[in-house]
């Protein structure tokens, strides 16, 4: 078999521009186009695009969607705030609580045990503040919710008040002073009924 020149000293017409260039730095590209190397272009992706499979049809471990239970809503320290002295009504800070208005709502103090006992959550009671009695605020029915707070014997129904701050009435105890806030630390609000 005969061998093929080096081509050293030679010149080429690269077939993309029609210039003259040196013939070892020609190269042929995948269309067969012998050019030179600044020339050059290689094959397009797309041209060749990799086989697709289809989507797959289901996943191998499904479950049922769960519903999710409700959760109490933790309160910062010292939330609560009697509104007037021979009041029941009691203004709650909760910035973005999510609360309807109307709805039932039981409050907690700081739960006792991370653990339920017998599928039922133990909690403390709220502490006593300006002759509300703690225990009354975690009155088991809970209460009715007012989104809002209550001010100047009116209730401020402002995007911001409504969205920060909500009341309730409390059940027979009435405050001494007025506007004293209280409750302590771990405090919450949420559904009458807890589950896990």
Known sequence: MAKYATGKHSKAIS??????????????????????????????PQLEPKPMNGDAISLRHVRPARTEPSVPYLLQTDAFETYAAGSGIINVTAPGHGITNGSTKRFRGAPLAITASGGTFQFTNPQSFDGIAGSNIAKTAGYTITTGIYVNDARDTSDYSTANFFHFTVDTNTATKGSVKGGGDGCSVGPVTLTA
């Open 15 to 44: 077939d993309r521009s029609g210039l003259q260039f040196p013939y070892n730095e020609m190269v042929r590209e995948w269309n067969g186009s012998f050019v030179h190397v600044s020339e050059f272009e290689p094959k397009q």
